[in-house]
């Protein structure tokens, strides 16, 4: 079977800096753009030898705004990866824009280019909610850029809208989802605001003027509910999608897939190996051009945290997990697990078809409380049923320092 091989690029730069963002982007820093463009296009001429045995089959250009980029600069670097890897003309091929940055003539390159998916930031249609979240743009905007978008011959839309913002009601979130259903994208990301530590909107934790946790709640399955009855079949916690379009390359992170990302902050996960690079553009830009190192964390991933990836991720989607899968990847038994969620499915927390278990949508309110109890049991066998744990144990144990080198 061919191996295939998920890209993702990151492009830091921005207009202004969003009060919620806590992605590795900066604003004011435009006079790196070239010199970045050339040790992206380096760093991709460097690891085509590791990409040299898969097909890649999505390509994502996140942010940060790529739009902001610039569409030349866009396709110079996709460019680089047509040279450099085997991209298959079905590949998924995904630019994240903003509607202030998506302007017709640079869309229309970029689909010549061949990129053939937007997600396009659009976030809320209150005016006031998005000065408020540091948005560049209002409703108007996105409403002409989504029209730029489709004259520009692309037929993969995606919105992304966020819920639970500050000071934002239930009828501000539907009339947001009412008024993005009329643009009919073909894929919508919904997520609830969460409030990173360092971001501005941060000040606003455990105050009134943000949605409690029972009122998000509401606006969630609200979320659920709407797209649903609107065609919109949900794939995974956050994202939903009509019939073939749900987002390829995401689905890679939730099933374990291969990945490589290039960029500062990209994390990439092949095999066993999973490692990222330094969140530092410059510190990024000289590495690469002097052949120092640019890896931030490194590391191989036992089959003990395989084991949990599959849980946490496969339970974010509506696919969900199944015990033939797990005790064909892991060796282990699924019946510790199956006692819990038939616990959950008693509570109306999860449920089963065929033989697939996934959380219905009151579980996936919960998933972080309920995917740690399943953690739990999972520990509790594989520390005393698992056949190849004892092995693992004895083979750390051998190592000369099984503690690892000290730190002063």
Same mark, same amino acid.
């Given at each position: 079977?061919?191996?295939?091989?998920?890209?993702?690029?990151?492009?830091?730069?921005?207009?202004?800096?969003?009060?919620?963002?806590?992605?590795?982007?900066?604003?004011?820093?435009?006079?790196?753009?070239?010199?970045?463009?050339?040790?992206?296009?380096?760093? @991709?001429?460097?690891?085509?030898?590791?990409?040299?045995?898969?097909?890649?089959?999505?390509?994502?250009?996140?942010?940060?705004?790529?739009?902001?980029?610039?569409?030349?600069? !866009?396709?110079?670097?996709?460019?680089?990866?047509?040279?450099?890897?085997?991209?298959?003309?079905?590949?998924?091929?995904?630019?994240?824009?903003?509607?202030?940055?998506?302007?017709?003539?640079?869309?229309?390159?970029?689909?010549?280019?061949?990129?053939?998916?937007?997600?396009?930031?659009?976030?809320?249609?209150? =005016?006031?909610?998005?000065?408020?979240?540091?948005?560049?743009?209002?409703?108007?905007?996105?409403?002409?850029?989504?029209?730029?978008?489709?004259?520009?011959?692309?037929?993969?839309?995606?919105?992304?809208?966020?819920?639970?913002?500050?000071?934002?009601? $239930?009828?501000?979130?539907?009339?947001?989802?009412?008024?993005?259903?009329?643009?009919?994208?073909?894929?919508?990301?919904?997520?609830?605001?969460?409030?990173?530590?360092?971001?501005?909107?941060?000040?606003?934790?455990?105050?009134?003027?943000?949605?409690?946790?029972?009122?998000?709640?509401?606006?969630?399955?609200?979320?659920?509910?709407?797209?649903?009855?609107?065609?919109?079949?949900?794939?995974?916690?956050?994202?939903?999608?009509?019939?073939?379009?749900?987002?390829?390359?995401?689905?890679?992170?939730?099933?374990?897939?291969?990945?490589?990302?290039?960029?500062?902050?990209?994390?990439?996960?092949?095999?066993?190996?999973?490692?990222?690079?330094?969140?530092?553009?410059?510190?990024?830009?000289?590495?690469?051009?002097?052949?120092?190192?640019?890896?931030?964390?490194?590391?191989?991933?036992? $089959?003990?945290?395989?084991?949990?990836?599959? !849980?946490?991720?496969?339970?974010?989607?509506?696919?969900?997990?199944?015990?033939?899968?797990?005790?064909?990847?892991?060796?282990?038994?699924?019946?510790?697990?199956?006692?819990? !969620?038939?616990?959950?499915?008693?509570?109306?927390?999860?449920?089963?078809?065929?033989?697939?278990?996934?959380?219905?949508?009151?579980?996936?309110?919960?998933?972080? @409380?309920?995917?740690?109890?399943?953690?739990?049991?999972?520990?509790?066998? $594989?520390?005393?049923?698992? =056949?190849?744990?004892?092995?693992?144990?004895?083979?750390?144990?051998?190592?000369?320092?099984?503690?690892? =080198?000290?730190?002063?």
């Amino acid at each position: 079977m061919e191996k295939r091989l998920g890209i993702y690029i990151h492009i830091p730069f921005c207009a202004s800096k969003c009060a919620y963002c806590d992605f590795y982007s900066l604003a004011g820093r435009d006079g790196l753009m070239d010199k970045y463009l050339a040790a992206l296009e380096q760093h @991709i001429a460097q690891s085509a030898q590791q990409m040299s045995p898969y097909y890649v089959d999505s390509v994502y250009f996140g942010g940060g705004t790529p739009s902001y980029f610039g569409a030349k600069r !866009l396709s110079r670097v996709f460019n680089a990866l047509k040279r450099h890897a085997k991209v298959l003309r079905t590949a998924e091929v995904t630019v994240e824009c903003n509607p202030d940055s998506a302007r017709e003539g640079e869309l229309r390159l970029l689909r010549r280019e061949g990129v053939n998916r937007i997600s396009l930031g659009a976030q809320s249609a209150n =005016p006031d909610i998005l000065k408020l979240i540091g948005r560049r743009h209002n409703w108007l905007q996105v409403e002409k850029a989504v029209k730029s978008i489709r004259r520009a011959g692309f037929d993969n839309l995606s919105l992304d809208l966020i819920y639970g913002l500050p000071s934002q009601t $239930k009828q501000d979130w539907a009339d947001t989802l009412s008024k993005a259903l009329r643009l009919r994208p073909e894929h919508l990301s919904c997520y609830g605001l969460k409030l990173e530590e360092g971001t501005p909107l941060y000040r606003y934790k455990d105050s009134p003027f943000v949605p409690s946790d029972d009122e998000q709640a509401d606006m969630y399955l609200y979320t659920v509910e709407e797209l649903t009855q609107a065609g919109y079949a949900q794939y995974e916690i956050s994202n939903f999608a009509v019939k073939g379009y749900a987002s390829r390359h995401n689905l890679k992170y939730w099933r374990l897939q291969d990945y490589m990302g290039f960029g500062p902050g990209a994390h990439s996960c092949t095999g066993n190996l999973r490692y990222s690079y330094i969140r530092d553009l410059e510190g990024y830009i000289a590495g690469i051009r002097e052949g120092r190192s640019i890896l931030d964390e490194y590391e191989h991933v036992d $089959k003990l945290d395989r084991a949990a990836e599959y !849980l946490m991720l496969g339970l974010r989607t509506t696919h969900g997990i199944c015990a033939r899968e797990y005790r064909a990847i892991y060796r282990s038994e699924f019946s510790p697990l199956e006692e819990v !969620l038939r616990e959950f499915e008693a509570r109306g927390w999860a449920k089963c078809v065929q033989d697939r278990w996934s959380f219905t949508s009151s579980g996936f309110l919960l998933s972080n @409380i309920l995917i740690g109890a399943l953690l739990e049991a999972q520990a509790a066998y $594989k520390r005393s049923g698992s =056949p190849w744990v004892t092995a693992v144990e004895e083979t750390a144990l051998s190592m000369p320092d099984a503690a690892g =080198p000290s730190v002063k």
